[in-house]
């Protein structure tokens, strides 16, 4: 198993109810994993998998809002996977809160020797890479967290499908120029998909799109209205410092 990353930073999020150790090069936390953690429909005593869970911010943020949910953090980096249980444990949540190494696209075999057999969740939640590979980073942390390839999306996808109980539901987060793509590797094993814009500013195009679907359902879908970051100046939305700094959750969570 390779070493923790040598240079390594204590940040706060969630306005310091959460202390995060995470590398100081590489793909940092930042709003997406709030947002989805705010996004997750978990009730108490849940089954919750975060599939590519970095150091562990957006399963260990539904942990701290849900007092009675057990999370399992899936990570292929072994270096973050052992940060991510470190950060478990100094947030006090090691008892509820577990993380693997593990390749989201790994056989079921590799999933079932890490306790993670089908139909064991109630929720997955996923940050998958999204960008074209042109270009990719030279730092490999930062590469494997966001480039992706063709078929990424749909091979996460399977993987919660299997992991999922029946009606079980998985959000994710993705660009927003790509809900097309979204909602068609969704098709194969989702339906009643919810999706959430997220805009940088009231008048600008959403960058982010969040998206929640249930397994085997065959409802149509459903558009909610966008939620915006920051108002025309720049300033954070009253919305916006509710989820990142509050721990609110998002329409998304509640209906």
């Known amino acids: 198993m390779a070493a923790e990353p040598a240079a390594v930073s204590e940040d706060a999020v969630l306005g310091g109810r959460l202390i995060l150790r995470q590398p100081l090069k590489g793909h940092r936390v930042g709003h997406d994993a709030i947002l989805l953690a705010a996004a997750c429909c978990a009730r108490p005593g849940d089954h919750v998998v975060d599939l590519g869970a970095g150091v562990g911010a957006t399963g260990l943020a539904i942990a701290w809002r849900l007092g009675d949910v057990a999370v399992t953090l899936v990570e292929v980096d ?126 600008s195009a959403a960058v982010r799109i969040l998206v929640r679907a249930v397994k085997a359902s065959r409802a149509p879908l459903s558009l909610l209205p966008g939620f915006v970051l920051a108002d025309a100046e720049g300033r954070p939305t009253a919305q916006a410092e509710a989820v990142l700094r509050d721990s609110a959750v998002l329409p998304l969570a509640v209906t």
Do not use: Y
Not at 100 to 123: K, M, N, R, S
Not at 171 to 192: K, P, Q, S
């Open 78 to 203: 072994p270096a973050l996977a052992a940060l991510a249980r470190d950060n478990a444990a100094r947030n006090r949540l090691a008892g509820r809160v577990r993380a693997v190494c593990l390749d989201v696209t790994a056989e079921p075999a590799a999933f079932i020797a890490a306790g993670l057999p089908a139909a064991a969740a109630d929720h997955v939640l996923m940050n998958p890479p999204f960008n074209p590979p042109q270009n990719p980073s030279p730092e490999r942390g930062r590469r494997l967290a966001r480039a992706a390839a063709s078929d990424t999306l749909a091979r996460w996808l399977a993987t919660a499908a299997r992991l999922l109980r029946p009606a079980g539901t998985v959000t994710l987060i993705w660009r927003a120029d790509g809900l097309a793509a979204v909602l068609a590797a969704l098709a194969a094993d989702f339906g009643a998909a919810t999706v959430l814009p997220v805009h940088p500013k009231p008048e």
